[in-house]
């Protein structure tokens, strides 16, 4: 007993249980809403189960890491990440009309899913690395390493990832000090810019944000999932109506369902009750980070804790906006909760680096 005692404690002794356990109800949670989602599709859950696995393992590894080494791994990941990207754009494979994913041989990756966690990396490493002469041209810096991922998702094309991995970015230029009135003149400039932006975007793309106005306009094609959605949510009333009993997952009209648009799965059985609960637990764990990046000891791990922290909350908030119908359908997944081995692996990723700034010997600046 005593032997297993020790082999636990070394096994968790730079994991947040606080945190841990926050992320192991929510996965739970969407092994539960999986489960109705897919028919009770066994196979479907086993994978999942599988991909849950393999992010905590990586978690724990990167939980392990010292704070030192994860620093030194920002500029070579940005590297890395960043010729995968011009990979994708030279020789990537076309599905649906959209080249983002790069034949490596043995595999196929999506290299921005990489740059989610590359991107606040870098740009905490070079703000820490110019924390004491910080000036406008150091932003105008950090905002040039933003910009060139971000430019190369975007002609992929994948809208989502990349509105996702700008709101990381800025994240970090904002937690780094940049000036209310930037900000304000940045707004002002890209609200001036909203022309030219709609006249350069995908017919697609175009057709999502006429939706999000009147999904009614075509509720065969382009409203579709906004409408059913929709409609799953509020049948769900205030109970719901009950686990594997909702009428719009499992008669087949609800897109997606085990993906994107799990919510409303989840919307439809458990109700206004269900949701509450959902939103308390996912409250939990952001407090927690939020803890974390409150604890950080300098620039370089602050700005990091703050990203993750607040680019998880921009998840949980586009998913839930694109299903209830307040926001355009960008093919974002609900964290921790959603079917997929990709995001899930990137959001534990992120929290195992949240755990290494917990529990590791504060870095000193020398």
Same mark, same amino acid.
């Given at each position: 007993?005593?032997?297993?005692?020790k082999?636990?404690?070394?096994?968790?002794?730079y %994991?947040?249980?606080?945190?841990?356990?926050?992320?192991?109800?929510?996965?739970?949670?969407?092994?539960?809403?999986?489960?109705?989602?897919?028919?009770? !599709? %066994?196979?479907?859950?086993? !994978?999942?189960?599988?991909?849950?696995?393999?992010?905590?393992?990586?978690?724990?590894?990167?939980?392990?890491?010292?704070?030192?080494?994860?620093?030194?791994?920002?500029?070579?990941?940005?590297?890395?990440?960043?010729?995968?990207?011009i990979?994708?754009?030279?020789?990537?494979?076309?599905?649906?009309?959209?080249?983002?994913?790069?034949?490596?041989?043995?595999?196929?990756?999506?290299?921005?899913?990489?740059?989610?966690?590359?991107?606040?990396?870098?740009?905490?490493?070079y703000?820490?690395?110019?924390? +004491?002469?910080?000036?406008?041209?150091?932003?105008?810096?950090?905002?040039?390493?933003?910009? =060139?991922?971000?430019?190369? +998702?975007?002609?992929?094309? $994948?809208l989502?990832?990349?509105l996702? *991995?700008?709101?990381s970015?800025f994240?970090?230029?904002?937690l780094?000090?940049?000036?209310?009135?930037?900000?304000?003149?940045l707004?002002?400039?890209?609200?001036?810019?909203?022309?030219?932006?709609?006249?350069?975007?995908? $017919?697609?793309?175009?057709?999502?944000?006429? #939706?999000?106005?009147?999904?009614?306009? $075509?509720?065969?094609?382009?409203g579709?999932?906004?409408?059913?959605?929709? *409609?799953?949510?509020?049948?769900?009333?205030?109970?719901?109506?009950?686990?594997? !009993?909702?009428?719009?997952?499992?008669?087949d009209?609800?897109?997606?369902q085990?993906t994107d648009?799990?919510?409303?799965?989840f919307?439809?059985?458990?109700g206004?009750?269900?949701?509450?609960?959902?939103?308390?637990?996912?409250?939990?764990?952001?407090?927690?980070?939020?803890?974390?990046?409150? !604890?950080?000891? #300098?620039?370089?791990?602050?700005?990091?804790?703050?990203?993750?922290?607040?680019?998880?909350?921009?998840?949980?908030?586009?998913? %839930?906006? %694109?299903?209830s119908?307040? =926001?355009?359908?960008?093919?974002?997944?609900?964290?921790?909760?959603?079917?997929?081995? #990709?995001?899930?692996?990137?959001?534990?990723?992120?929290?195992?680096?949240?755990?290494?700034?917990? #529990?590791h010997?504060?870095?000193?600046?020398?």
């Amino acid at each position: 007993m005593i032997e297993i005692k020790k082999i636990w404690h070394y096994l968790t002794r730079y %994991m947040d249980s606080f945190l841990l356990i926050g992320i192991l109800i929510l996965m739970a949670v969407g092994l539960i809403v999986l489960y109705s989602a897919t028919g009770a !599709n %066994m196979s479907r859950v086993s !994978n999942q189960i599988i991909n849950m696995l393999v992010a905590l393992v990586i978690m724990w590894l990167v939980a392990n890491i010292p704070l030192q080494q994860i620093m030194r791994l920002a500029l070579p990941m940005y590297i890395v990440g960043l010729s995968l990207l011009i990979g994708v754009a030279l020789f990537g494979e076309i599905n649906n009309g959209a080249r983002r994913w790069l034949n490596i041989g043995v595999t196929r990756i999506q290299p921005s899913e990489l740059m989610k966690i590359a991107i606040p990396l870098m740009m905490a490493w070079y703000f820490d690395k110019h924390e +004491i002469t910080l000036r406008l041209k150091d932003y105008l810096g950090a905002t040039i390493l933003l910009m =060139l991922p971000v430019l190369l +998702i975007l002609r992929q094309p $994948d809208l989502g990832t990349a509105l996702l *991995i700008a709101a990381s970015g800025f994240y970090v230029l904002f937690l780094a000090g940049l000036s209310w009135r930037i900000i304000a003149g940045l707004v002002i400039t890209v609200a001036a810019s909203l022309p030219v932006f709609w006249s350069i975007m995908h $017919d697609y793309q175009r057709r999502r944000i006429m #939706t999000l106005l009147d999904p009614s306009q $075509d509720p065969l094609g382009a409203g579709y999932h906004t409408i059913q959605s929709t *409609i799953a949510i509020g049948s769900g009333g205030v109970v719901g109506k009950g686990w594997q !009993n909702g009428t719009q997952a499992q008669l087949d009209f609800l897109p997606e369902q085990s993906t994107d648009f799990i919510f409303a799965v989840f919307s439809e059985e458990f109700g206004l009750i269900g949701n509450t609960i959902l939103l308390f637990l996912y409250l939990i764990v952001i407090a927690r980070c939020m803890v974390i990046t409150a !604890n950080a000891s #300098t620039q370089f791990t602050r700005l990091i804790a703050g990203s993750i922290t607040l680019t998880f909350f921009t998840y949980i908030f586009v998913n %839930m906006g %694109m299903v209830s119908g307040i =926001l355009p359908i960008v093919g974002v997944p609900l964290p921790l909760i959603s079917y997929g081995g #990709t995001s899930m692996v990137t959001m534990l990723l992120g929290f195992g680096i949240l755990m290494s700034i917990q #529990t590791h010997p504060k870095l000193i600046k020398t």
